[in-house]
């Protein structure tokens, strides 16, 4: 391989990355306007519908290994295959957390939960993520920084949220009284789990956009900053 195919082969891998990246904000955007409407059937297309991305997964995985194998790169080089092959490793569990939003969605009862707007945090999370794919495609150094201070800002967000679910439960049950007679404990359990960990994995995402950030970052300036 001259070198010059080499680099165009590097372009195509960031051009896949980028492309990879946009299937899963949009899986992901799906996942949170089910979670916004409560429509379960399309958060079951959704939770049901990961296969595309795990393809793509495994075929840019491949990519980057034959990329290492086909010509020995220079620093700079192995720093991006190196930072694409990890980032592609984010965009894959992201895609996973869009199905689990969607299968929350598809099985929630909702009976004892307080009224929340769970999707806004989501929406701020999703544009952390895209915003992070952006910086990557641009090599954008300042970007990958400003990320990580918004990711701080969701997760106190998201720490908000956990503590309101739980004193919204207490101040419920202490309002019905000690007989408890109008409670079923298992199905309060389930909605307040699932609410729980659709917190958690909002979460969850925001974290894999920064991940994203601190890999292109070290790729640009072999800073390694934001990794943790």
């Not at 979670?35 to 495994?58: M, T």
């Not at 544009?127 to 300042?142: G, M, Q, T």
């Not at 997760?155 to 000690?178: F, K």
Request: net charge negative; glycine share 6%; with cysteine.
């Amino acid at each position: 391989m001259t070198r010059r195919d080499f680099q165009a082969s590097l372009n195509a891998l960031r051009s896949d990355v980028a492309e990879m990246g946009e299937l899963v904000v949009d899986r992901l955007d799906q996942a949170l306007a089910a979670l916004d409407s409560g429509d379960a059937d399309a958060a079951a297309a959704v939770a049901g519908g990961d296969d595309d991305v795990n393809q793509l997964y495994l075929e840019l995985e491949s990519a980057c290994i034959d990329l290492f194998a086909l010509q020995q790169p220079v620093a700079s080089d192995l720093r991006f295959v190196a930072a694409s092959f990890k980032i592609l490793t984010d965009l894959e569990r992201v895609g996973d957390l869009a199905a689990n939003l969607a299968g929350y969605v598809r099985d929630a009862d909702d009976r004892y939960l307080p009224d929340m707007d769970l999707t806004h945090i989501g929406r701020r999370a999703s544009d952390l993520v895209a915003d992070a794919i952006d910086a990557y495609v641009e090599s954008d150094a300042a970007a990958c920084r400003e990320i990580a201070t918004r990711d701080d800002e969701i997760d106190t967000l998201c720490h908000t949220a956990g503590q309101r679910v739980v004193r919204e439960l207490i101040r419920e049950r202490s309002a019905d009284g000690d007989d408890g007679g109008a409670w079923d404990v298992e199905a309060v359990l389930n909605d307040v789990s699932r609410v729980l960990l659709t917190v958690r994995d909002l979460e969850r995402i925001a974290d894999h956009g920064v991940n994203i950030a601190a890999r292109t970052l070290y790729a640009v300036d072999s800073d390694p900053e934001l990794i943790y």
